[in-house]
């Protein structure tokens, strides 16, 4: 998602095919992955920080000005009517809002780039890292989110000017605004540090996920060294699954959607399996696989609303009632405890006490 | 390549190896599409000026804060790849500490009530629009004072450990 996020907006701007976007994006982001572990990588989220948050301020402040101004852009909105500047309306929180507000909370539960990060972290430091975090994902939206407003006073054209896909607005207006060229290229700078802080955690995790969930449990055996290629070549194999979802071309907010759907499904059973010790895998699996069935089934045919409330409900309500007639219960301390967590027991061996 | 390796501290060249790597990726990407020119409107835009006051006043305080927040992270890099180690038999019972991170805490519930504040304020003037954009460019200075924090401490980790030593050698 944010390769294509990344490939769409560089691709908009100067007119690239977003397939040679998204292969040279993934080549850089595999390369300087490849050293270093997680507190280089956290080392580097640093810097994107700044990299992100300035230019932000930077780009939005030139683009008001090239369109006249703040008060310009917003009595522009207004004429428009259709409470276009209010915050209340019904139909952006059924068609979009709502699905994505899940999404926001699921991706930072259930990432496993954001629970790498979590055991990085000293205790005493986590809940007030997470919450800054939080708190300055959401200056960037609220200030790039006004270069929206100007996308609405200028009236650009979903199907004409944007292909189709309203994430393409941003990209539009930066090059086609007539701005000077080191606001485009800030505007670059801030959309690549926004894919590769995610990219790279995310490509981490895949390499410790298959270490853990898949390689290590086929091959006990297996050696340090041929374990590391393996994991290197999961990255490789997950960045190329990557390209050809860019490569697809579908568009960024239906893919968007779509993954928020998949993981409004996981949220629930993962919050259950975190505090609940009847919770076991199947419990898991059943409750997500269901919840997603159920919530494609009904966003076909009720929309998004409908479908998002069935995806949680069910994925909710199918683990509890697995659960409960689960008689063993799971051991924290193992967690704790533990030096490999690819030796870890089932769930299932820990009696109910 | 070597040569400039060899200038750094041995533990910071992964890093710094890193790092080059991501710069250098941007640079060659940003080059690359630099190479063909950005599209333009069919029609011509509703041009006034990029430069306006407002932005030249956020570009300076961009500047100010940009120089910080490196310096912050140079120094960070190093004193923790000097205190490598040593840190941990330090932290307890800094009731200081205890302090700002409750600040910290608060602050962040704080900010996020008034982000959506922040949004819902949009609707009522325009000039409610520049709201966000001074937010996200005070934002980096939350990473710029959990810098500062984290320098002081490991001064204080290194002043202990002189002291610990000069004493060692007076015996």
Redesign the interface.
Known sequence: MNLKGASLM?AT????PEGV?AT??S???L??IS??GL??SM??S??M??LI??P???V????????????A???TVQSQGGEL???TRPDAFQNFGLTFALALITATIAGQEFWQVAWGIKE??L??TF??G???Y???A??L??VG?VGIA?KVDLARDLGGDPAALGPFLV???????W???LF??IV??AC?STCDGTLAAVSSVSAVDVIKPLFPAISDRSLFAWTRFSMVLAAGISVAVVLSGIDLVTLVLGTSIIRAAVLVPLVLSIVWSRMNATAFTAGTIIGLIAGVFALAKFGEEIGTYTVVAVSTIVPIVIALTNSRRFDYTQLRQAQDLSEIPDTSSVALR | MNSLLQMIPPSLRTWAKRLGYFLGGTMLTVFYAGAVPAQSLPSRPLTQNPYSPTTIIAGVIAAIITIFFLRGMYLVLTYASATYGLEEEEEEGNLEGGQENHALLYGAFGWIIGSALIITSYGFGWRFLYIGPIVCLLGPLVPIFAMNRDIQKYRQVLARRARYQSSRSLY
Do not use: N
């Open positions: 560089v701007i100067f007119g690239l976007v040279i994006s080549i850089v982001i390369l300087y050293l270093g507190w280089a080392a580097t640093t810097l920080c700044l948050m300035v932000s301020v930077l939005t402040t030139a683009v008001l000005g090239q369109v006249g101004g703040a008060e852009v917003w009595q500047l209010s915050v005493r430091e809940g007030k919450f800054w939080g708190g300055l959401y200056v960037v609220l200030c989110g006004v407003l200028l090059s086609h605004l007539g701005l000077p060229d606001v485009i290229y670059v700078i690549l540090s590769y």
